[in-house]
């Protein structure tokens, strides 16, 4: 069973910067795809970056790209999310997310996640202006 836990969440003020991790536990040695999806207050959860841990390009949401960067760390077994120039309309609860469907390095960013499996509990990001 993969187990999934963020952190680095917390307060910020706009043009600030923080750093998402999320742990990987219970994994298969097999490459597979992961990502980071947020849900900010009545709004649907949406898909912020995602990567395959084999290698490619990763994928990001038109609203964060340029400023956000989703990286891996195979030995550690973490994923990152490097978030700069952050603003208030990033405030949202933020998801680690994984699955190990065959899908290459063509990881789903659409459909708010719906596609993974495996998610942590998530973690708050606040970004006052």
């Known amino acids: 069973q993969v187990q999934l836990q963020e952190s680095g969440g917390g307060s910020v003020q706009a043009g600030g910067s923080l750093r998402l991790s999320c742990a990987e536990s219970g994994y298969s040695t097999m490459r597979h795809c992961m990502g980071w999806f947020r849900q900010a207050p009545g709004k649907n959860r949406e898909g912020v970056a995602v990567i395959y841990t084999g290698g490619g390009d990763p994928f990001y949401h038109d609203s964060v790209r340029g400023r956000f960067t989703i990286t891996t760390d195979i030995d550690k077994h973490t994923l990152y999310l490097q978030m700069n120039s952050l603003n208030p309309e990033d405030t949202a609860t933020y998801y680690c997310?994984?699955?190990?469907?065959?899908?290459?390095?063509?990881?789903?960013?659409?459909?708010?996640?719906?596609?993974?499996?495996?998610w942590g509990q998530g973690t708050q990001v606040t970004v006052s202006s």
């Open positions: 997310a994984a699955d190990f469907k065959p899908w290459g390095m063509t990881c789903p960013l659409s459909g708010g996640g719906r596609d993974y499996r495996y």
